[in-house]
């Protein structure tokens, strides 16, 4: 048996994984009695812990998806870190469906040609040869 | 022959209509109609560098861009696996001002406003922005470096994808803008403000630096925020908390009790004054103060009371 595969290193890999959520969770200040400046900032703290709470689940919503889309989960840790509460929320549960740059160029020939066209006429701007008619 | 083209014309539009709806381009209208007096007729920051995108990666490539605009040195290499999805072969529109912050930048999202495009790069600074470019039913989803325009000739330049210099019509471009509902971005070296920035958003753009940067940084742009806007409690505390944070006590103190003198209804100033306070050893001064926050209450009563509790426990020690 692969020992990669063994009970025992899966329940070690478990327990790592637990420990490193954990350590993602946001830490406390040293000081417990300053407020935090987007406590100011935003006046809508009446339920402070439900909302701490609920931007732990958004961030480990978000880390679990982008794992799903490629992101390893020390990145996709050091990524939401970056976020603030409310953009991890915005993107929470939706990670495939909003925007996301890229511009794909592989586009089927009907569509190929309604974008031509809209091009054109200044609507769209897909193909780097087109010029539109219109200022 | 006439008749031909007539129809061929009114094929066009009726097809373009059902295509684009009725597509039509206000703000670039009212741009081209009546400029803000202050902008220059035609803008090119022909220095800001441009960075080859491999496929898919304009991401990355745009932010780069921005980036080292503001003196930032990164590559778009080093910026991807910090945005982009390889799942979803591109970007979003949140990591993009994320990954900002991790290089020490502040990250602003500009108002939907043409007019602030143009102001941003009047003033020099390069705008990173989402377009759609094909259909709202057929997207797709590009990100590319505002550097220019033309008032004169009505065109934007940009550094787009594989095009170091594509010039746009500003029609075309409001048309695959709107599609991202007119997302625009700036980075910024802290301490500096976008020139259309309000106070509350560049605060707060400010703010979401905390989990990843340094205090001092974060300093430099709460004290530029209140050059600008003097009174602005978000940054009176922010100069505070970031003092605070560096055990400047005397420091905090001072921008604690400007903010209490500006704002005598916020508990947030009265009780970070008590808490700083407290910590040099002054309890009688920071009793009075925590006793302000309390009374002041509000949706931090909490806190307060807490900080009263312990100052009081500490006195009788």
């Known amino acids: 048996m692969n020992p990669q595969n063994s009970p025992f290193m899966r329940w070690v890999s478990r327990m790592v994984i637990v420990c490193m959520m954990v350590m993602g969770m946001p830490v406390q200040n040293a000081s417990a009695s300053i407020v935090e400046t987007d406590q100011v900032n935003f006046h809508e703290m009446a339920m402070q812990d439900r909302a701490k709470i609920n931007s732990f689940l958004d961030r480990q919503?978000?880390?679990?998806?982008?794992?799903?889309?490629?992101?390893?989960?020390?990145?996709?840790?050091?990524?939401?870190s970056a976020l603030t509460d409310e953009e991890a929320h915005t993107i929470s549960g939706k990670l495939d469906q909003l925007p996301a740059g890229g511009d794909v160029i592989g586009v089927v020939f009907a569509v190929f040609i309604i974008l031509l066209i809209t091009d054109i006429f200044g609507l769209t701007k897909v193909f780097p040869f087109t010029r539109s008619i219109r200022k | 022959m006439k008749v031909l083209s007539r129809n061929a014309r009114l094929l066009a539009g009726v097809l373009l209509l059902f295509l684009g709806g009725c597509a039509s381009t206000p703000q670039t209208n009212m741009m081209l109609a009546a400029p803000h007096p202050s902008l220059p007729r035609h803008v090119e920051l022909t220095e800001v560098p441009y960075f080859v995108q491999d496929s898919y990666q304009c991401g990355p490539a745009s932010l780069a861009m921005a980036l080292n605009a503001a003196s930032i040195k990164v590559t778009p290499d080093a910026l991807k696996p910090e945005v982009y999805l390889p799942d979803r072969h591109g970007s979003l529109q949140v990591e993009m001002l994320g990954a900002t912050?991790?290089?020490?930048?502040?990250?602003?999202?500009?108002?939907?406003?043409?007019?602030d495009v143009l102001t941003e790069v009047a003033s020099g600074t390069p705008v990173v922005v989402l377009q759609n470019?094909?259909?709202?039913?057929?997207?797709?989803?590009?990100?590319?470096?505002?550097?220019?325009?033309?008032?004169?000739?009505?065109?934007?330049?940009?550094?787009?994808?594989?095009?170091?210099?594509?010039?746009?019509?500003?029609r075309t471009?409001?048309?695959?803008?709107?599609?991202?509902?007119?997302?625009?971005?700036?980075?910024?070296?802290?301490?500096?403000?976008?020139?259309?920035?309000?106070?509350?958003?560049?605060?707060?753009?400010?703010?979401?630096?905390?989990?990843?940067s340094s205090p001092a940084a974060?300093?430099?742009?709460?004290?530029?925020?209140?050059?600008?806007?003097?009174?602005?409690?978000?940054?009176?505390?922010?100069?505070?908390?970031?003092?605070?944070?560096?055990?400047?006590?005397?420091?905090?103190?001072?921008?604690?009790?400007?903010?209490?003198?500006?704002?005598p209804d916020s508990a947030a100033a009265f009780n970070n004054l008590a808490q700083t306070l407290a910590d040099q050893g002054r309890y009688k001064e920071a009793l009075i103060a925590a006793h302000q926050a309390v009374d002041i209450g509000g949706s931090l009563s909490q806190a307060a009371q807490e900080t009263l509790t312990e100052i009081e426990s500490k006195m009788r020690q």
Do not use: C
Request: overall charge positive; aromatic content about 10%.
């Open chain 1, 61 to 80: 919503d978000v880390i679990a998806q982008m794992q799903k889309e490629g992101i390893t989960l020390a990145q996709a840790q050091a990524r939401i």
């Open chain 2, 101 to 115: 912050r991790r290089h020490g930048a502040i990250a602003y999202q500009l108002a939907p406003e043409l007019n």
């Open chain 2, 133 to 170: 470019l094909a259909l709202s039913w057929y997207p797709i989803w590009h990100y590319a470096v505002v550097i220019g325009y033309d008032l004169d000739s009505a065109d934007m330049i940009l550094r787009s994808g594989p095009e170091r210099r594509q010039i746009l019509p500003m």
């Open chain 2, 173 to 212: 471009f409001e048309n695959t803008w709107a599609r991202s509902n007119y997302w625009a971005m700036v980075t910024l070296q802290p301490g500096i403000i976008p020139k259309t920035a309000d106070a509350t958003s560049y605060v707060s753009a400010v703010t979401a630096l905390e989990k990843v």
């Open chain 2, 218 to 263: 974060m300093q430099s742009s709460y004290s530029a925020a209140l050059k600008r806007w003097p009174d602005n409690l978000a940054a009176q505390i922010g100069v505070g908390n970031t003092a605070y944070r560096m055990y400047h006590l005397p420091q905090a103190e001072a921008a604690y009790r400007r903010a209490t003198q500006d704002h």
